[in-house]
């Protein structure tokens, strides 16, 4: 009996053998899902078929347990330092702003921010300690969704509606040419608001997978996942943040140096380094979510995806955390030279907000 063609459910014939070749294809009677179907691969140890959202188990052996386990250890490691560094931006918040402290917008962008990587750190140790996956284990996949919809439907929106809100009241330093941005940018802060729904199905459908057993319907639930993903991630970083950024940087530049103080010139630095640390981890994710889309035969080692494409997150909110924590700038009191004593220099807060 030829089993070749029941074992390679998920279109990998071309490119890997049957069970990825970590397994044995052995017979056994058709199912419910699998009239056809009349295979199964008994993966060698270490190897699995069922993973996140896509659950291949006796269709495939594609995923390694400790190549996936320590990576997610790796992932751990980063969530930790994002948290860390954001309760740092916290800690300068509160020591600049003082009473006022609770009130600012922004700094509830950066508690949330130290709650995702709470969120996603405990995530990455339960994966690296019981070697499971989203379609594996119902904890995982609660707290991966979570994880997910916290940072896309909610996160990621904050922090671009906060460094938007930056440029709106910065935007009077270029005349003009700001004003327009000005416009611009509440005109995407609009639109960006009816993108959030679409973190919604990204994530609702992983536990939605995680019940339903049907290995048919997960090739529903992969493409409705990035496609959501693709839309948020290609819309935010590539529409939003980067042409803003990237916009608001060369009026920066042009003012004349006399012109500039401390808080121009913090700017300048800011938007430098988010333009480079957007830029390199929002192409590189929007990237992976199109080949993921687009290319059936990637959609059961979306597993992997997941695990490699998360840490971009990283210092994409370690940047956002630095954009939006307040700045403390120092300006000589007129008249006055600036010197060591207190007495002779002002002290300024701003704040972005």
Known sequence: M??????????????????????????????????????KCVCEAGWRGDGDLMNAAGLDCHINDDTLAYWWLGNAFGFIFQTLFSLYCLHSAWTIQGKAFMSKKSNKSILLAVFFGVVRAIDAFLRFALKKHAGNSLVICIIHSLGGYIFWGHLACLFCEQFLNIVIKQAKLGGVQGEQMKKKC??????????????????????????????SHHKVYS???????????????NIVALPVAKAFYVILLSMPEESQDDKTKAL????????????????????????????PFLWDCQTYQIAFAWPSAIPILCVAAFIVKPTQ??????GRRATTGHTDVTTTTTTSE
Not at 201 to 210: C, E, H, N, R, S
């Open 186 to 215: 509440e005109k995407m802060h609009k639109v960006m608001k009816l993108m959030l729904p679409m973190a919604v199905p990204a994530y609702g459908f992983i536990i939605v997978g995680y019940f339903d057993k049907n290995p």
């Open 2 to 39: 030829n089993l070749t063609a029941s074992c390679d459910y998920f279109m990998r014939g071309s490119i890997a053998a049957e069970c990825s070749g970590h397994g044995s294809c052995v017979a056994e009677a058709p199912n419910e899902f699998m009239k056809n179907e009349v295979g």
């Open 268 to 295: 300048q630095e800011k938007m430098k380094i988010f333009i480079r640390e957007v830029g390199n981890a929002g192409h590189f994710n929007t990237l992976c979510t199109i080949a993921f889309m687009v290319f």
């Open 329 to 334: 700038s120092r300006k000589v009191a007129p």
């Open 223 to 237: 493409v409705i996942y990035y496609v959501a993903h693709c839309i948020l991630s290609f819309f935010l970083v």
